[in-house]
């Protein structure tokens, strides 16, 4: 296991999911979730706090398009988000990020000359210090579908986190009530089931009149 402090420059992408696609079921069938991702920026710097570059508990700043993030000290005026978890791997085969995660940062692996100069792909699962907070339930943005999250059919199948208070173009149509291991725990008013991940997999979403 590597020691070492962490190279001072991290490939890292920024995932951005205000339009988090889903699989949605109301009859037989299986789906996985698609993240709509927006690659932010590249090359960040670290605050010298700890041997893992965004580990638990370390803040970021805001990053830019074609801009650094960098790992700042979380009482410090650049501070703009803190890590919640962070986790080697690839995101789609490794844990789920905690449901208050407002977005995910990708982080690239580097093969260095040493060990010291390496890193392995991972990513941090990000809460912003301030709101907005897209994560939220309702809010329509975060990169994870939870209870009291809204959906609209995209098309047929699938649907798309939307804010269940209208604002946007797209109004909602079923409101995630709980999430459930099967969809035989789902309540009878269930009218759509989305598949969510984590250890209950199953979202149980009701019509919205």
């Keep these: 296991m590597r020691r070492g402090a962490l190279p001072k ?7 951005l999911v205000g339009m988090y696609t889903l699989t949605a ?3 037989a069938g299986h789906g996985a979730a698609e993240a709509a991702a927006a690659p932010a920026g590249a090359g960040p710097t670290r605050s010298g706090q ?14 830019r398009a074609a801009a650094a993030i960098e790992e700042v000290p979380c009482a410090g ?21 905690p449901s208050a995660t407002d ?4 982080i690239t692996a580097v093969d260095g000359v040493s060990e010291e100069d390496s890193a392995p792909e991972g990513y941090a699962c990000m809460r912003n ?8 339930p309702g ?4 990169p994870l579908t939870v209870v009291g999250d809204c959906v609209y059919t995209e098309r047929r199948g699938v649907v798309k986190e939307t804010a269940c208070d ?5 109004a909602p149509e079923y409101l995630v009530t709980r999430t459930v291991r099967t969809r035989a725990d789902c309540p009878p008013s269930t009218a759509l089931y989305v598949q969510v991940g984590g250890g209950t997999p199953v979202g149980c979403a009701r019509r919205l009149a």
């Design 166 to 170: 209208g604002s946007p173009a797209r």
């Design 77 to 97: 005026p650049a501070a703009a988000a803190r890590v919640l978890a962070r986790f080697n791997g690839p995101l789609a085969k490794g844990p789920r990020c």
């Design 129 to 136: 210090l301030r709101p907005p907070h897209p994560g939220d």
């Design 25 to 27: 079921c109301q009859g």
């Design 139 to 142: 809010m329509g943005g975060g």
């Design 50 to 63: 700890g041997p893992v570059f965004l580990e638990a508990e370390e803040c970021a700043s805001r990053g």
């Design 103 to 106: 977005y995910v940062l990708h």
């Design 9 to 15: 420059a991290l490939l890292v992408c920024a995932v």
